[in-house]
């Protein structure tokens, strides 16, 4: 079972992030952040990963720390749990409807990371999260757990529909990326025989 709990304490932030790859969309969020704990409890469910993440943060400040460093930790600990990434799919993509929106995601699970982030918000705040903060979280994850993504709002009026369809989008391409392919179990997913950005 590919599993992996990591634990980053720094002066902003303390998190704890437990990932079950082989999962079944159980989830045990407590950031302090309402909208971001629902939108890691969507990345759970449609990923079909178990996730468990608790963070505590300077709050009295701002959201920024504890926004980054759940990316961050989540990212890490997914990256962990795929090891060398023997036998994934390795790539995955989504095409995700919500009401009057639509977002397309893609990634490679390559252990190569970059984000592309193609969205566009027009109000400052979900709730009282800041939205620029939802690509600081994306590029977090993305850097820590080793993909290459993109992230496309296609359109889109509502920014509550906007942002749950990137995490949803993301869910359900990291989902078909992380699963182990029947046809190659045991091998590495790549022609130079690693993943990894420096080859």
Excluded at 57 to 62: K, Y
Excluded at 64 to 92: K, M, N, V, W
Aim: net charge neutral; aromatic share 6%; proline share 3%.
């Amino acid at each position: 079972m590919r599993r992996a709990t990591i634990m980053r304490k720094t002066r902003e932030t303390v998190i704890s992030a437990t990932v079950q790859l082989e999962g079944t969309g159980k989830s045990k969020i407590s950031t302090g952040i309402g909208f971001l704990d629902h939108m890691i409890d969507q990345l759970a469910r449609h990923s079909l990963t178990d996730i468990e993440l608790s963070a505590k943060g300077d709050l009295h400040i701002d959201f920024h720390h504890t926004t980054e460093d759940t990316g961050i930790a989540l990212g890490q600990a997914f990256a962990q749990a795929l090891g060398d990434r023997r036998g994934i799919q390795r790539f995955g993509q989504a095409l995700i409807p919500m009401d009057e929106t639509l977002t397309r995601v893609a990634l490679d699970a390559s252990n190569r990371p970059y984000l592309v982030w193609k969205v566009a918000l027009s109000r400052p705040k979900l709730g009282e999260i800041d939205t620029e903060l939802f690509k600081e979280w994306f590029q977090a994850f993305a850097q820590n757990a080793g993909l290459t993504l993109h992230v496309e709002n296609l359109y889109g009026e509502n920014n509550h529909h906007i942002v749950e369809s990137c995490y949803k989008g993301l869910a359900r391409a990291l989902r078909q990326a992380i699963e182990i392919d029947p046809r190659q179990a045991g091998e590495i997913p790549s022609t130079k025989g690693t993943l990894g950005k420096t080859l």
